[in-house]
């Protein structure tokens, strides 16, 4: 059976390279294990669709996102809710998910890397 890696990413996508170093680390894995990249806390500002990180000169990290399609996202409901972007348009590709389902994927899986 294939080995599961939860990558849980709480900080904000931008200003830092743990958002940018935890993509490349969860798509670096998916041809070895089943990865589920969780946003949790400010991580779930990675959520928000077009997101424009021109003027930071840094790479948009949607557009990775969108690019790896196989990836799964899933994002802290209650994390979105309490910094008011839940009714915000978000990448299409994710999956909203409570308080017990997160801990519970977090739980499920075989390791899990903070970010």
Same mark, same amino acid.
């Given at each position: ?8 990413? &709480?900080?904000?996508?931008? =200003? ?25 806390? &400010? ?8 997101? #424009?990180?021109? /003027? ?6 949607? #557009? ?22 839940? =009714? ?9 998910? &409570? /308080?017990? #389902?997160?801990? /519970?994927?977090?739980?499920?899986? #075989? ?5």
């Amino acid at each position: 059976m294939m080995k599961s890696v939860f990558c849980l990413l &709480d900080t904000a996508p931008y =200003g830092n390279e743990k958002a940018f170093g935890a993509l490349n680390a969860a798509a670096v894995s998916l041809t070895e294990v089943s990865v589920t990249f969780g946003l949790y806390g &400010d991580g779930v500002y990675l959520a928000a669709a077009d997101q #424009d990180s021109t /003027e930071l000169g840094v790479p948009n990290l949607s #557009d990775i996102l969108y690019s790896y399609g196989e990836l799964r996202v899933i994002v802290h409901e209650p994390s979105l809710i309490e910094r008011g972007l839940f =009714g915000e348009t978000l990448i299409e590709t994710i999956e909203l998910v &409570d /308080e017990e #389902d997160f801990l /519970e994927e977090m739980e499920n899986s #075989d390791f899990v890397i903070l970010f």
